[in-house]
C-alpha cells in the first residue's frame, strides 16, 4: 500500500524526488503564464505581484523541470481562507510548523505518490518586497558567463546530491547568496517594498514622468491641476504615477498613466490602478475611466485590470502636434474603457 505524502519521511520524500535537471525548455514560461491566471484569481487582491523566479525562468539555463512562482502579499501573516482554496485547487503547503506565524510560505503542485507529473510548480508566498530571488534571476538573465557558471555548478552538484534536496540547496548556496547581492546593486530597488501615496508636492515637478503618459504638455496642464496625483514608491524611489479627476457624477477618469522605463513590467502599473480603483470606490464612485490608444498591448494591459471596452473618441489624437506614434502605430481614436468598481469596500484588505 502506498503511503500518502503526508506520511512520508523526508529520506523517502527525497527518494521519490530526486534532483534532475533539463536542458532549457520554452515550455516552461508557458506554464507560468497559465498558473499566472488562475492564481490572480485564487489570491485575489491580497496578491501585489506574481512573477516568474528560479531557473526556469533564465533562457538557456539547465534546471530542475519546476516552475517557482513568486507572490509578494499584502498581508503581514498568512490568511487561512487563502490558503484552503488553494488546497482547494491542487496546492500541496510544504510549510511546515505554525505556518501561520511565518512570513514566507512554500506551496508545491505536482507532487504525487507516485512521483512527479508532467507540470512541477513552487509557489513562494512573500511579504512585500521580500523576494530577493528575483535579483539572482536578472542578474543571471543579464550575465551569461555567470549562468553558465551555475549552470555547471548545478549540474555538479545534482549528481553529488541527488537524493539530498538539502544538501543540494546548501551546496549552492553560496554562489547564490554572492550573485543576489551583486543583482541587488546592479538592480535595485526593482524588488523593494512597494508602497502607494497621494502625491502632496509640486505636480508640475512629475513633468518628465507625466510626458511618458501623455506626449503633450499642454493636454497636461488641462486636467493636473484638478486632479488627484498617486505614486508608486519602492524601496522609497518613485518610479510611477497616476493622475485621476472625479467627475461630477458617478464616475471617475484617470487622466494620465507612466512608469519609468526601467521600472516598467514589474507591476507598479496594475499596483497604482488597484489602490486608485479603491480610493474612488471609497468616495461612492461606481465607474472608473480611462482613455488610450488603439495598440494591442495597452488595451491588453487594461484589459488583465478588470477594464472593458467603453465608446471611442473619433480623430482624439489629431489635435496633437507632432503626432503620437506608439509602438509604430500612429495613434487617431482614443478608446475609452470603463472599470465598474465595488463600492462596497473603501480599501483593498
Known amino acids: 500500500m502506498i503511503k500518502p505524502l503526508k506520511e512520508m519521511s523526508l529520506e523517502e520524500l527525497w527518494e521519490l524526488f530526486p534532483i534532475y535537471l533539463e536542458e532549457y525548455n520554452f515550455q516552461w514560461k508557458k506554464w507560468f503564464l497559465k498558473e499566472q491566471k488562475s492564481l490572480w484569481k485564487l489570491l485575489g487582491n491580497h496578491a501585489l505581484t506574481i512573477r516568474h523566479g528560479g531557473s526556469t525562468a533564465v533562457e538557456g539555463l539547465v534546471a530542475k523541470p519546476t516552475v517557482d512562482i513568486f507572490a509578494e502579499m499584502d498581508w503581514e501573516y498568512p490568511e487561512e481562507a487563502v490558503i484552503q482554496r488553494l488546497e482547494h485547487n491542487g496546492w500541496i503547503l510544504m510549510t511546515g510548523g505554525d505556518w501561520r506565524a511565518s512570513s514566507r510560505l512554500l506551496l508545491g503542485k505536482g507532487y504525487t505518490e507516485h512521483g512527479f507529473e508532467e507540470k512541477v510548480f513552487h509557489l513562494h508566498l512573500r511579504k512585500n518586497g521580500d523576494c530577493p530571488e528575483l535579483y539572482f534571476r536578472d542578474y543571471l538573465r543579464k550575465h551569461g558567463e555567470t549562468a553558465a557558471e551555475y549552470g555547471k555548478l548545478k549540474e555538479k552538484l545534482s549528481r553529488e546530491y541527488r537524493h539530498d534536496r538539502d544538501g543540494y540547496t546548501e551546496a549552492k548556496g553560496s554562489f547564490v547568496k554572492t550573485y543576489t547581492e551583486k543583482g541587488r546593486k546592479e538592480f535595485a530597488p526593482r524588488y523593494g517594498y512597494g508602497s502607494i501615496e497621494e502625491y502632496r508636492g509640486n505636480k508640475k515637478e512629475l513633468m518628465p514622468l507625466l510626458l511618458l503618459g501623455d506626449e503633450q504638455e499642454s493636454m497636461i496642464h488641462r486636467y493636473l491641476e484638478q486632479g488627484n496625483v498617486f505614486v508608486c514608491l519602492l524601496d522609497g524611489k518613485l518610479v510611477a504615477e497616476c493622475v485621476v479627476v472625479d467627475g461630477e457624477d458617478s464616475s471617475s477618469e484617470i487622466k494620465n498613466l507612466a512608469v519609468f522605463p526601467e521600472f516598467q513590467r514589474l507591476g507598479c502599473g496594475k499596483r497604482l490602478l488597484n489602490h486608485v480603483a479603491d480610493q474612488c470606490a471609497g468616495k461612492g464612485k461606481e465607474w472608473l475611466y480611462v482613455g488610450?490608444?488603439?495598440?494591442?498591448?495597452?488595451?491588453?494591459?487594461?484589459?488583465?485590470?478588470?477594464?472593458?471596452?467603453?465608446?471611442?473618441?473619433?480623430?482624439?489624437?489629431?489635435?496633437?502636434?507632432?503626432?503620437?506614434?506608439?509602438?509604430?502605430?500612429?495613434?487617431?481614436?482614443?478608446?475609452?474603457?470603463?472599470?465598474?468598481?465595488?463600492?462596497?469596500?473603501?480599501?483593498?484588505?
Open 292 to 349: 488610450t490608444g488603439e495598440t494591442r498591448e495597452t488595451l491588453s494591459f487594461y484589459e488583465s485590470c478588470g477594464f472593458v471596452y467603453s465608446h471611442r473618441l473619433k480623430d482624439f489624437f489629431l489635435q496633437y502636434d507632432p503626432p503620437v506614434v506608439d509602438r509604430g502605430i500612429l495613434l487617431r481614436d482614443m478608446i475609452m474603457l470603463k472599470k465598474r468598481l465595488n463600492i462596497s469596500k473603501n480599501k483593498r484588505k
